[in-house]
């Protein structure tokens, strides 16, 4: 497959998580053109089978490489969790993941070697976390807290409630009692209530997201490669989703901190 360097970056979350990657990726690379796909008619993800997650990030994978895309980013740990290597075997064009960015940062940060990972019923399930960190330093003790309910709760219209504070602190609990000195948000939601959970957390623990690490491990790809675009180029971000597009655009605004003009619905199986 012949890639051009005007292509754009396609990029895919369950919902408005992934916003969080794209903003970084925005910041980083203000010259390319994304693509960003939620699956906001099929979130959550959290507490999906991995063959189902595997089914999803394969159709929406599909659906970017369709429209042009010249790399894939998965903006989501639970499908990345699920679903990176069999989409990296199958799609014609690179597929970044996160897991892998955010593991690097976590044990490169860890003074005391005690990393907790916060994340979804999904991913702590499929032990990639665990795996990636132990591939880098395997003295390094992971301490991993499913958080069922918490990308809900964010993303269903308050993410700053009552609601939202208590899963942060059951959340949190057991990760002050293990004494970790580092926290992976392990779920591309997560770092819309980063501030809540740093409170939970503790000042003093360092909290580790994917998104300023994976949109470095973007630009290297497409630096790398050769299939940057022309510097005069002013990138443009459009939208699609699987849901109501006036939930996602308005859900969306408020977390991306840019304006989302108009959204495209897709239709997807199931
Ligand atoms: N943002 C997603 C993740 O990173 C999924 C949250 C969900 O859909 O449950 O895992």
Not at 195 to 220: F, K, N, P, S, Y
Request: charged share 20%; glycine share 10%; proline share 6%.
């Amino acid at each position: 497959m012949r890639v051009r360097p005007e292509a754009p970056i396609g990029m895919f979350d369950s919902g408005v998580g992934g916003l969080t990657v794209l903003h970084a990726t925005l910041v980083r690379l203000p010259h390319e053109d994304v693509a960003y796909l939620g699956d906001t008619g099929r979130f959550p993800y959290g507490p999906r089978s991995r063959d189902e997650l595997i089914a999803y990030a394969r159709e929406l994978t599909g659906i970017l490489v369709e429209r042009g895309a010249k790399v894939v980013v998965v903006a989501c740990n639970s499908a990345t969790a699920a679903a990176l290597p069999t989409l990296q075997r199958e799609s014609p064009v690179p597929v970044l993941g996160v897991v892998t960015p955010e593991a690097r940062a976590a044990v490169q940060a860890t003074r005391n070697r005690r990393v907790g990972v916060l994340a979804t019923e999904a991913t702590v399930a499929s032990g990639r976390y665990v795996e990636a960190i132990h591939d880098l330093d395997a003295g390094v003790e992971v301490v991993q807290v499913a958080c069922p309910g918490l990308a809900e709760a964010i993303q269903g219209g308050e993410p700053y409630s009552e609601r939202t504070l208590e899963l942060a602190q059951a959340a949190c609990a057991p990760l002050r009692e293990a004494g970790v000195d580092t926290v992976v948000l392990g779920c591309t939601h997560y770092p819309l209530i980063r501030h809540m959970l740093q409170r939970e957390l503790g000042a003093e623990v360092q909290t580790i997201a994917a998104a300023e690490e994976l949109a470095e491990e973007i630009a290297a790809t497409l630096a790398r490669k050769g299939w940057q675009r022309d510097p005069e180029h002013r990138g443009a971000y459009t939208f699609l989703a699987t849901g109501d597009v006036e939930a996602f655009r308005a859900e969306g605004t408020r977390f991306l901190q840019l304006p989302i003009g108009a959204v495209e619905h897709v239709d997807v199986t199931g």
